[in-house]
Each structure stands twice: as C-alpha cells, then as structure tokens.
C-alpha cells in the first residue's frame, strides 16, 4: 500500500538550533516528493519540491531536503531556526502509477514545529 | 499568495442544510483539487478536475459534489451536512501534467473555507 508517514507529530527546538523533520513514504512505483508549511489560521504553501534531478532540493525560507530513493525518506531540515518558522509541516508524495492521469497528492499527518527563545 | 482563491473564508451552518464553496484557480491552470483537512483525518483528497472533466475520485461522501466551469472555477456542493463535515476544506490548482510536464504536479493552495455545522 501507498503512504505517507511523518515520524514525529510535534517537535520543539530552541531559536537558532537546527532541525530536522522525518518523512518516509511507502511505494512501489516514482514519486515526486513535496513540502508545505501551514501557518496558523492560514493555507498550505509550498516550501520546495523533488521532481527530478539533484536529490538535494533547496526550498524558501533555508529549508532544505534530501531525497533518499532507498530508504524511500524525504527529510526536511533547517541549519538554524527562528521563531517564525513556528508552523506544521506537511510532507506530500504523488504516486506516479503509469497510465495514470490524477495528480493527487497524499499527506503525511503533519509535524507542528514549535521555536522557543 | 498562492493566486488560488476560495470564498467563503468562513461558513458557519446547521445540520441538514447544503452549502456550496467556491474555488477559482491560478490564471492558466487547468486542474482543480479539493481537500479536507480535519483534526482526526488530517489532510485528505477529495475530488480533481481537470479542464471541466472529473479526473479523480478520493475519499468523498456521496453528499458531496463537485463541477469545474468553462471559465475553470470549481464549486464543491455539501449536502445533508452532519456535525463531522466541520474541517477546512482547501482549493488546489496546477497547470496539469499535459501542459506542465512533471512542473504540473505542482498544486498551489487557496487559504480555505473553514466549514463549522452546528
């Protein structure tokens, strides 16, 4: 079966320290693999994506991830946070079945990172 | 700002009644999402259309429906509503794979309509 798991639901860091978020997916066909951040109160916006190419995406805000076809991993991680980057994070994967012709995206459960001072 | 725009932002209701949400997407995109995102089933795909034709079916009640418009706005329709229809429901776009090669699985959000039933 096709899934999408975040390992952790919360994780809270101090300001200034790095972080890294989890995302494993489970698939037997391609992916492309997808970040998005939600604010409070607010929609989804894309932090960067994987479609192709270098395994190492580079996202807005000094996110960054790496892509990890045999451990089927897309982790998410920042070298140094700040308190606005307080948000849940969301990893979205596209199963690529061939002949297909949905573009749905599955997400994971979400992590909601807290930066304290 | 994602260019995708949903009205209402909020839309408070009653059990039984039907309420209609409206999405229109980025200029130029063709594919429009809908998704559900609630406490206990986190974020979930409901319907896609692409060019006014339905492409995909997820986990969508048969109380709820949807169209795209010959100008691309998309409306999703909420009927019968029950107390655990209550959740954000968000508006995607992309351009669609047929036009935007693998860049056309790239979805844009609207910021939501937050539907309350009471």
């Known amino acids: 079966a096709q899934s999408v798991t975040q390992l952790d639901s919360q994780v809270p860091v101090f300001e200034e320290a790095p972080v890294e978020l989890r995302c494993n997916y489970s698939?037997?066909?391609?992916?492309?693999l997808f970040w998005y951040v939600q604010y409070p109160n607010q929609g989804l916006q894309l932090l960067l994506k994987y479609l192709s190419g270098s395994t190492l995406v580079k996202g807005i805000n000094g996110f960054e991830a790496e892509f990890n076809k045999s451990q089927t991993s897309f982790h998410l991680r920042k070298p140094s946070v700040h308190i606005s980057d307080t948000a849940e994070y969301f990893c979205a994967v596209k199963f690529n079945r061939s002949g297909g012709s949905n573009y749905k995206l599955t997400f994971g459960k979400g992590t909601l990172l807290t930066v304290n001072p | 700002d994602s260019g995708v725009t949903q009205t209402p932002k909020h839309l408070i209701t009653a059990t039984g009644q039907r309420v209609t949400l409206r999405c229109s997407p980025r200029s130029g995109d063709l594919s429009v999402y809908w998704y559900q995102q609630s406490l206990d089933q986190g974020l979930q795909f409901l319907i896609q259309y692409y060019n006014g034709e339905e492409r995909a079916k997820g986990n969508i009640l048969e109380r709820f429906s949807a169209q795209q418009f010959p100008d691309l706005h998309s409306e999703l329709n909420l009927s019968s509503l029950e107390l655990g229809d209550s959740a954000l429901y968000f508006c995607?776009?992309?351009?669609?794979?047929?036009?935007?090669?693998?860049?056309?699985?790239?979805?844009?959000f609207g910021p939501g309509t937050r539907l309350t039933v009471l």
């Open positions: 698939s037997s066909v391609s992916v492309y």
């Open positions: 995607a776009s992309s351009v669609g794979r047929l036009a935007g090669g693998a860049r056309g699985n790239e979805q844009f």
